[in-house]
């Protein structure tokens, strides 16, 4: 390294080049040096050119060695300013840019992370659009400006997005990063992919829970149809066509939220993904078959026979049955989706249509199929009922506060009761035991109404109003084997109160879609990153630590000199 004297109008500032020599400069001299003695002498002697031949073989291997792949850049570095500049490379011609003191000025810390953020707060919505295979395959290819040196930096912050949209979100990240019953909330340390000010495409802003009201309504259906058919409320004297006008309008409303996601599945695939992994709302993935359950098996008289044919079984329970195994599958083999791990009110989605299933299997004539649903249903839903009964140490905590998540809990026994009930055709112990054990709960979520108060409206409320509607059911099953005052009022009491909600929620979904236009806010439960992005502030370089720098490379070289000139000179 060599050391340049700069002019006595530098106001005492002085400049050190660091750049590296590299030997071949100095073999260059050392030749120019022994081609001038030699002509003064007028004489060389042959065994100086073979040694300095083998001299230069030898510097030509530590060279190529010592010599690097990457670009080589130059640096002067002020010692008293703290003031650097950079020559970088650039399409058109080399630029000179001068480089302040801030923290950003000396080798870019935290650079990663700033592109990124400002690449999410442009709005970019495309990172959650269907991609396909050969785009993908596109986007891992290498371009040319991934060659340069600075290119793979900017490039690797730039695609921080894709490959935290691309690749599976572990089941813990959404608890880490979400809050909230639903999870539907983000912390405020987090960092999301899209701007939480800007409102997003429509089809990015509809849950899969919108599948909930679906499964409200359909259950409606059935309510209505067992108060118009039982012997038990023959005294109200329901007409028919209520069912009817229910059943219409939940295979209404069943199919325009399915065609509405099935374009979101097509153009916003990657969002759909986010949602298939989200600890909560896999869950919802059962619910358009349920509610395809819910409709055959409270279809009117007047549109279908009393007996259904069993294709209609195999079309809506397959589907179901082959999720399941899936969902089953992971909670039993462990893993990052463990049951103990992911378990939370809204996975007796994933059993309470075992049981739904069963009815409907009985309802088709195929009863030995509905024994087999329904062990398997009340098998997991024992272990589900622990789970979160008990709240293992190796869980995440529930919420605190109450919510209509919670009466999920009555949804399971009472469906088990009923499909019980169908199966075998009379209300005996264990089917009166799930009764019992749902009307329990039942009665313990009513007692501690004033918890349910100071929650802010959300579409998935709507799943939460089936469990108290299949409690009414049951209840006038059970009014049926046993009648009495007293139960035929706790029937006709439960399904008012379904009812009520359910008006309740259908009349709030109208004005926060249509009048105050808030149904669909963004949903950023989808738009968490793989990894949270710690914002730290990392030390900068000072001048003091630029003079021990410096000091340091210049003892380095110029050892390294001395042991290559005393090389020489044993040579």
Not at 132 to 142: F, G, H, W
Not at 167 to 184: C, H, I, K, Q
Not at 206 to 233: D, H
Not at 372 to 380: C, Y
Request: a positive charge; proline letters at 5%.
């Amino acid at each position: 390294m060599d050391k340049r004297e700069t002019p006595p109008n530098s106001l005492h500032t002085h400049f050190v080049d660091i750049h590296e020599v590299l030997p071949e400069e100095e073999e260059e001299e050392e030749e120019g040096t022994a081609r001038m003695e030699d002509k003064e002498k007028g004489t060389i002697r042959m065994e100086d050119k073979v040694t300095r031949r083998l001299h230069k073989q030898s510097n030509r291997s530590l060279r190529d060695a010592r010599r690097p792949h990457n670009k080589t850049f130059s640096r002067q570095v002020s010692l008293e300013t703290g003031f650097s500049v950079l020559n970088r490379e650039s399409k058109a011609k080399d630029d000179r840019r001068v480089l302040p003191r801030s923290g950003h000025s000396f080798g870019g810390f935290d650079s990663a992370t700033r592109i990124g953020v400002e690449a999410r707060n442009r709005g970019d919505f495309s990172i959650f659009k269907t991609k396909s295979t050969l785009s993908k395959q596109n986007s891992l290819m290498p371009t040319r400006k991934e060659k340069g040196m600075e290119a793979p930096k900017i490039d690797g912050a730039a695609r921080l997005d894709d490959e935290s949209v691309n690749r599976s979100v572990p089941a813990g990240r959404y608890f880490a990063a979400l809050r909230g019953p639903e999870l539907d909330e983000v912390k405020d340390t987090e960092d999301i992919l899209l701007p939480k000010d800007e409102k997003w495409p429509f089809l990015l802003r509809f849950p899969i829970g919108c599948f909930g009201i679906c499964l409200g309504l359909s259950s409606q259906a059935v309510l209505w149809r067992a108060l118009s058919t039982s012997p038990a409320t023959k005294f109200l004297h329901v007409p028919p066509f209520i069912n009817l006008g229910l059943w219409l309008l939940a295979v209404a409303v069943l199919i325009s939220v399915s065609f509405t996601y099935i374009l979101k599945c097509i153009f916003y695939f990657e969002a759909v993904r986010r949602e298939y992994f989200h600890p909560v709302r896999i869950n919802f993935f059962f619910a358009p078959w349920v509610v395809c359950m819910f409709l055959a098996i409270g279809v009117p008289p007047v549109v279908a026979p009393e007996t259904l044919h069993p294709a209609i079984w195999c079309a809506f329970m397959g589907p179901y049955f082959f999720l399941e195994l899936k969902i089953y599958g992971q909670w039993l083999s462990g893993g990052k989706r463990r049951l103990c791990k992911v378990a939370n009110p809204s996975s007796h989605l994933s059993v309470v249509g075992n049981f739904v299933g069963a009815i409907l299997a009985a309802k088709v004539g195929w009863k030995e199929v509905g024994k087999f649903l329904w062990a398997v249903g009340f098998a997991h839903y024992l272990v589900l009922f622990v789970t979160l009964y008990q709240r293992l140490p190796t869980s995440e905590a529930l919420p605190k506060e109450l919510h209509p998540v919670y009466s999920m809990f009555i949804a399971a026994p009472s469906a088990a009761s009923i499909a019980w009930q169908a199966i075998y055709g009379d209300l005996d112990g264990l089917s009166r035991t799930c009764y019992f054990i749902a009307l329990f709960l039942y009665v313990s979520l009513v007692v501690r109404i004033n918890f349910f108060t100071g929650f802010r409206f959300s579409v998935a409320w709507w799943s939460y109003t089936f469990p108290m509607t299949t409690a009414s059911v049951a209840t006038i099953k059970y009014a049926e084997h046993v009648p009495s005052v007293l139960t035929k009022g706790l029937a006709l009491s439960l399904s008012f109160m379904s009812s009520a909600m359910v008006c309740v929620l259908f009349v709030s979904t109208l004005l926060h879609a249509f009048v105050w236009h808030t149904l669909f806010p963004n949903d950023l439960a989808i738009a968490i990153t793989k990894k949270r992005l710690v914002k730290e502030k990392k030390p900068f370089k000072k001048a003091y630590d630029l003079r021990r720098w410096t000091k340091q490379a210049l003892t380095k070289h110029n050892s390294a000199n001395k042991d290559f000139d005393g090389q020489n000179e044993g040579d």
